[in-house]
């Protein structure tokens, strides 16, 4: 069985959140922990707090031992972007689109 937590609009682009997710995928609990806090970037801590939620759903709601719980997915989709104007020369605009996404941690018990 797997447990999830998500993060919804958060205010990282997607590809720097990808390329932090990628680091913890199929890794136990402890050194996806570790992974994440010796990290600098933004990404790391917004991961890092979606995978505790995800743990404590696992241990809370589903009665889950945590010694055996690993980092089975993790995913980071595209949110809706927010849409900024830019000025430009001559009376114009750009319009400068904000990245936002979802983030989804699934963790997993391990099957002996």
């Given at each position: 069985?797997?447990?999830?937590?998500?993060?919804?609009?958060?205010?990282?682009?997607?590809?720097?959140?990808?390329?932090?997710?990628?680091?913890?995928?199929?890794?136990?609990?402890?050194?996806?922990?570790?992974?994440?806090?010796?990290?600098?970037?933004?990404?790391?801590?917004?991961?890092?707090?979606?995978?505790?939620?995800?743990?404590?759903?696992?241990?809370?709601?589903?009665?889950?031992?945590?010694?055996?719980?690993?980092?089975?997915?993790?995913?980071?989709?595209?949110?809706?972007?927010?849409?900024?104007?830019?000025?430009?020369?001559?009376?114009?605009?750009?319009?400068?689109?904000?990245?936002?996404?979802?983030?989804?941690?699934?963790?997993?018990?391990?099957?002996d």
């Amino acid at each position: 069985m797997e447990v999830y937590a998500k993060l919804k609009n958060s205010r990282i682009s997607p590809y720097k959140a990808r390329k932090v997710a990628a680091l913890i995928r199929r890794k136990d609990l402890e050194t996806a922990y570790a992974i994440l806090q010796a990290l600098p970037h933004k990404g790391a801590r917004l991961i890092y707090k979606v995978l505790h939620s995800s743990e404590a759903n696992a241990t809370n709601n589903y009665q889950m031992d945590k010694k055996n719980l690993f980092v089975k997915r993790v995913l980071v989709d595209e949110a809706t972007p927010y849409r900024r104007l830019k000025p430009r020369a001559m009376g114009r605009a750009d319009i400068m689109k904000r990245r936002n996404s979802h983030i989804t941690v699934y963790v997993a018990e391990k099957e002996d």
